[in-house]
């Protein structure tokens, strides 16, 4: 009638890192946008999309700068 239904929509897949420093839980975010932004000529592997996300994932966590904690009282 109207033609096929659409196909599920593309998702990015996510990547997340969660630690703590100084006493702060820190979670940092990322993801492959790349599954979206390149459509059908994106044609990594799982476990090449999971090092991607873990390379970038380091990357930020070795960019960060953290202050010392304050002296105790």
């Known amino acids: 009638m109207f033609g096929a239904a659409p ?3 593309p998702v990015a897949k996510r990547g997340n890192v969660v630690f703590v420093k100084n006493g702060f839980t820190i979670v940092i975010s990322t993801e492959l946008s790349e599954r979206i932004t390149e459509g059908s000529q994106y044609k990594k592997t799982p476990e090449e999309e999971n090092q991607i ?3 970038r994932l380091v990357e930020v966590v070795k960019k960060m700068q953290f202050s010392k904690p304050p002296a105790a009282k």
């Open 53 to 55: 996300l873990r390379n």
């Open 7 to 9: 196909a599920a929509p």
